[in-house]
């Protein structure tokens, strides 16, 4: 898989997260949505929480190792050069 399809992947996944967590917490501070559907509600609403910070997760994390990586190949090239041994 291309690079640049993983990051449109992960764009994508990130989204679908937010929109699902905000669709979540949209329907648990509605007054109707939870009087009218009652414990069933609310689970539907938590549902689509947890199910939105699943879809993130992934994406944190690829993004947490590509700032590692870059990390280190920063630190890589402010080493001072070896002086050769004879």
């Known amino acids: 898989m ?3 399809v993983m990051i449109r992947l992960l ?9 699902l967590i905000v669709t979540g917490h949209v329907l648990i ?3 109707y949505f939870t009087s009218e559907y009652g414990i069933k509600g ?3 609403a938590a549902a ?6 699943f879809l993130s997760l ?10 590692m990586e870059a990390e280190k190949r920063y630190l890589k090239s ?6 050769k041994s004879r």
């Open 29 to 31: 501070v509605s007054s």
């Open 78 to 83: 402010q080493q001072p050069p070896r002086a």
């Open 2 to 4: 291309s690079s640049i």
């Open 11 to 19: 764009k994508t996944s990130i989204l679908l997260g937010l929109c």
């Open 42 to 44: 609310i689970i539907t």
């Open 48 to 53: 689509c929480i947890a199910i939105g910070v």
């Open 58 to 67: 992934p994406t944190k994390i690829y993004l947490t190792i590509l700032l």
